[in-house]
């Protein structure tokens, strides 16, 4: 087979695998936007939102297939952003088995969640530990990203008064009205940064070491 052979039949396999991710991230997505009823609209899924690419080793290979994006390893723990469409077809692919209880969904469910509050106001570290707290509380897995004191903030009142069940639905009640509940704390945060410090100061004392 020559090289052009070869380069037209991967260009045709990355197109392929391209177009299956977006699918399924459109597909989380509304999941997603059901869940945030509540708290508002956040539109539909837009790939211009994310780093949309196909990974071939330590290469994201970008559309046109002549400008690739050098990433990071990846052996790295930092799947996100730019394994986006990567863990998507992961998680898609053990969904049957494992459900969303898996680290490839999680970092789908960060990037995804992150971006969908953005819409609706919350920005920066705010937007950040929301969609932390929304893929802890789906997948169980618990991301780098976000700061502590907010996502467990998101779990605690999730969880509040329920087994801990990561096997709920998007369009449950239930799961709306705690969305919002969680929501709009993290906007009143966003308004009045002293009690976003008092409420989420950690309570933790530090005792000095005898010597």
């Known amino acids: 087979m020559q090289l052009e052979d070869l380069i037209k039949e991967q260009e045709t396999k990355n197109h392929k695998e391209l177009n299956e991710a977006l ?4 597909r ?3 999941k997603i936007r059901t869940s945030l009823e509540f708290c508002g609209d956040i539109g539909p899924f837009d790939k211009e939102d994310f780093m949309v690419g196909i ?3 330590d290469v994201i290979v970008r559309q046109p297939l002549s400008s690739p994006t050098k990433s990071v390893s990846g ?3 930092t799947f996100y952003p730019m394994y986006f469409l990567k863990n998507v077809l992961l998680m898609d692919e053990k969904f049957e088995d494992m459900g969303y209880n ?3 969904a999680m970092y ?3 990037e995804l969640a992150t971006k969908a509050v953005s819409r609706l106001g919350l920005t920066g570290n705010l937007a950040m530990g929301f969609g932390s707290g929304y893929a802890y509380v789906r997948t169980g897995w618990i991301a780098e990203k976000g700061l502590t004191e907010e996502r467990d903030f998101f779990y605690s009142h999730f969880y509040k008064g329920r087994t801990v ?3 709920w639905e998007f369009f449950w009640n239930s799961v709306k009205e705690r969305m919002e509940t969680i929501f709009n704390k993290f906007s009143e945060w966003k308004e009045n940064p002293e009690t976003y410090n008092k409420e989420t100061k950690s309570s933790a004392k530090v005792i000095p070491m005898m010597v």
């Open 165 to 167: 069940d990561y096997n």
């Open 55 to 57: 990974i071939e080793e």
């Open 28 to 30: 989380e997505w509304e």
């Open 102 to 104: 898996t680290p490839e």
């Open 75 to 77: 052996y790295s723990p």
């Open 108 to 110: 789908v469910f960060l």
């Open 23 to 26: 699918v399924i991230a459109e």
